[in-house]
């Protein structure tokens, strides 16, 4: 399984950085070890698509409607029309800034999926819960509220671990501690889905950079990253991509 390095560009980005991407990441794209998505605002992904065909673009959210009166909103069908085949959900800063509920992500999951989109499904938890202890109780919680019966059928979705407490400070989990949720979230998957839940990516996401990026990938049930700020340096996303585990290479076992 190729791993998947997913660039999330958040409320940034300009028509200057799509050209900047389709000069230095678009010809070095097909020589990398991975995957990768690409998920700018959403007045971006058609030019982004136009400038790099054959990379993946993704959304940063979508409504759970086909349509209707939902001003400042976007429907999974209306990224699709614009290039997309991703979209992020159930981010930790949707979660907060827009009150979003696990059943609110579900129904978003659902609408993206009926719309042809992989969905790319957000879990973490925050410093207070990772300090009593209670990380795997939230984030596993997360993970069977948000995810329908059905997220295994046709496309089959995407899963992103970002502890809140990680994500833009510059902080980042123990290798162990990485390792163990991605551990627990698979075994959550496979307990839930069977032998589908094994086929599906795992992705860490929080503080992931150029300096750490190889040590994450390498560890076990990592599929990918999620990446935040350094996804708009070219050279910075570039080296996280390059960074990837091949295919037919083994992962580091991790001491617990």
Request: charged fraction near 15%.
């Given at each position: 399984m190729r791993q998947i390095i997913i660039g999330n560009w958040k409320m940034n980005g300009s028509r200057a950085l799509v050209d900047e991407m389709a000069r230095e990441v678009y010809a070095r794209a097909a020589s990398l070890p991975c995957d990768l998505v690409l998920c700018p605002p959403a007045t971006l992904i058609a030019p982004l698509a136009q400038a790099l065909p054959g990379i993946a673009i993704g959304g940063q959210d979508c409504h759970e409607r086909v349509s209707g009166a939902h001003t400042g909103d976007i429907a999974a069908g209306m990224l699709r029309e614009a290039g997309a085949s991703h979209v992020?959900?159930?981010?930790?800063?949707?979660?907060?800034?827009?009150?979003?509920?696990?059943?609110?992500?579900?129904?978003?999951?659902?609408?993206?999926?009926a719309a042809g989109l992989t969905p790319i499904v957000c879990v973490g938890e925050d410093e207070a819960a990772r300090q009593a202890g209670r990380a795997d109780a939230v984030v596993l919680g997360q993970l069977a509220a948000s995810l329908p019966e059905d997220f295994t059928a046709g496309v089959v979705g995407l899963v992103a671990y970002e502890p809140i407490w990680a994500i833009g400070s510059g902080r980042i989990p123990s290798e162990a501690d990485i390792a163990a949720m991605h551990g627990a979230i698979r075994a959550a998957l496979r307990a839930r889905f069977g032998a589908a839940g094994g086929a599906i990516a795992i992705l860490y996401g929080g503080s992931v950079k150029p300096a750490n990026a190889a040590a994450v990938l390498a560890l076990p049930e990592v599929g990918g990253a999620l990446v935040g700020g350094a996804s708009l340096v070219p050279g910075d996303f570039l080296a996280i991509a390059g960074a990837a585990m091949a295919p037919a290479l083994g992962r580091t076992p991790v001491a617990g």
């Amino acid at each position: 399984m190729r791993q998947i390095i997913i660039g999330n560009w958040k409320m940034n980005g300009s028509r200057a950085l799509v050209d900047e991407m389709a000069r230095e990441v678009y010809a070095r794209a097909a020589s990398l070890p991975c995957d990768l998505v690409l998920c700018p605002p959403a007045t971006l992904i058609a030019p982004l698509a136009q400038a790099l065909p054959g990379i993946a673009i993704g959304g940063q959210d979508c409504h759970e409607r086909v349509s209707g009166a939902h001003t400042g909103d976007i429907a999974a069908g209306m990224l699709r029309e614009a290039g997309a085949s991703h979209v992020i959900l159930g981010h930790s800063e949707r979660r907060a800034d827009h009150g979003e509920s696990d059943a609110k992500v579900r129904a978003k999951v659902g609408a993206a999926r009926a719309a042809g989109l992989t969905p790319i499904v957000c879990v973490g938890e925050d410093e207070a819960a990772r300090q009593a202890g209670r990380a795997d109780a939230v984030v596993l919680g997360q993970l069977a509220a948000s995810l329908p019966e059905d997220f295994t059928a046709g496309v089959v979705g995407l899963v992103a671990y970002e502890p809140i407490w990680a994500i833009g400070s510059g902080r980042i989990p123990s290798e162990a501690d990485i390792a163990a949720m991605h551990g627990a979230i698979r075994a959550a998957l496979r307990a839930r889905f069977g032998a589908a839940g094994g086929a599906i990516a795992i992705l860490y996401g929080g503080s992931v950079k150029p300096a750490n990026a190889a040590a994450v990938l390498a560890l076990p049930e990592v599929g990918g990253a999620l990446v935040g700020g350094a996804s708009l340096v070219p050279g910075d996303f570039l080296a996280i991509a390059g960074a990837a585990m091949a295919p037919a290479l083994g992962r580091t076992p991790v001491a617990g």
